[in-house]
């Protein structure tokens, strides 16, 4: 297999880092976004101020995006295809690409049904933020530690 090829493989493993890191900050906003447009109904139907706060949790979700990027440079980094002995080790490339990817993406997923259920709650009580995004911030990290542990095995 020549160098070019090789290096071709190594992108693909970072352009799925991005794409699956999306494609859960997609699932995530659009978790937390629909219960909090519910709420913010609920309270206008109930002659309530509704709670700007809400789009914190709606907005949560769209770090892993950029985690997902982070991840995709530096396997990026490492396709120089003047390199053989980097792009010989597209395989692992490809493989922490995706797999991170799709860590990324479970946690932005799962972090925006968590909003989900905090702007339903804060809604109704108009209390608990911080623990709100204790739990957030929780689910959050998962993404971190994918990114920073897989980036760390590209060496």
Known sequence: MDLATMASLGKVGATMSLFF???GSCLGVGAAGLAAVGSWKKCFAQNKAAPFVLVTFVGAPLSQT???MILMNQINAKCVVTDAAA???WPAMLG???LGGIAMGLSAWIQGRIGAAAADAMAETGKGFGNYLMALGII???ALFAMVFL????G
């Open 96 to 98: 922490i690409g995706a």
């Open 66 to 68: 950029i985690y997902g």
């Open 151 to 154: 980036g760390q095995l590209l």
């Open 87 to 89: 792009v010989a080790n």
């Open 21 to 23: 890191g999306a494609v």
């Open 140 to 142: 959050e990290t998962v």
